[in-house]
């Protein structure tokens, strides 16, 4: 009867004892190197393989430091802009400083705001100068901020001339309390930077925080 691989693993699993009882019969046994493709023991291999994983982990570690640096940077940046805006009680103060912190902070150089409703219709600010009735329908529907390739259409327009060096952009509706106030575009010439279906939290978070502070003279 012969002996498949699956019982010798399984016999060797049911008694371990036998790698110590043996260990002289283990340190004979050899097999090829990984990269090498010369010979070496059974207990060199385990060493390369505990290298292997540990490089791995090592490598790992250091990703979540750096994602949690980050994270870090961006938490202290959205505090400091959360600090300003609460600071300001214009809306020409708070434009400025959104747009400020967006370029100088978060690398964001351009983006562009447009406020509607009531409110904003009395303003007589440049970032309530009316939009089409099909984007506010649009923006009011909008779940999450959306992001991908946009070169086109109305919002596009918003950039002017700059417009044609932008190759991502994400759209983030601006609500408080229900209402949707507005949107938040912010475009960038590296196609990567929004790219479609990533992540939005701090973006999402960034236009809660955005639109509280408007909503303060949206309301006044």
């Known amino acids: 009867m012969s002996v498949t691989r699956e019982a010798v693993l399984e016999y060797l699993k049911a008694h371990p004892e036998i790698f110590e009882e043996q260990a002289e019969f283990f340190n004979q046994v050899e097999i090829a190197h990984p990269y090498s493709g010369r010979t070496i ?10 290298r292997e994983k540990n490089r791995l982990l090592e490598h790992r570690l250091g990703e979540l430091l750096g994602v949690g640096e980050t994270n870090d940077a961006l938490g202290a940046r959205m505090h400091q802009l959360t600090i300003a805006l609460v600071c300001a009680n ?13 370029a100088e902070d978060f690398g964001v150089p351009q983006a562009r705001l447009r406020l509607w409703g009531e409110g904003a219709a009395n303003l007589g600010h440049d970032v309530c100068t009316p939009v089409s009735a099909e984007l506010v329908k649009e923006v009011s529907a909008m779940h999450h901020p959306v992001t991908g390739s946009v070169r ?31 949107l938040l575009a912010m475009g960038s010439d590296d196609a990567e930077r929004f790219v479609a279906g990533m992540g939005t939290l701090y973006i999402e978070r960034l236009g809660d925080v955005i639109a509280a502070a408007l909503a303060r003279v949206l309301r006044a």
Do not use: C, Y
Not at 41 to 50: D, F, G, H, T, V
């Open 41 to 50: 023991s059974l207990a060199e291999r385990q060493m390369i393989n505990l």
């Open 90 to 102: 214009r809306l020409d103060q708070m434009v400025g400083i959104v747009l400020k912190s967006l």
């Open 152 to 182: 086109t259409g109305e919002v596009a327009a918003w950039f002017g001339g700059e417009s044609e060096s932008i190759a991502s952009m994400a759209l983030v509706p601006l609500r408080f309390d229900g209402h949707t106030l507005g």
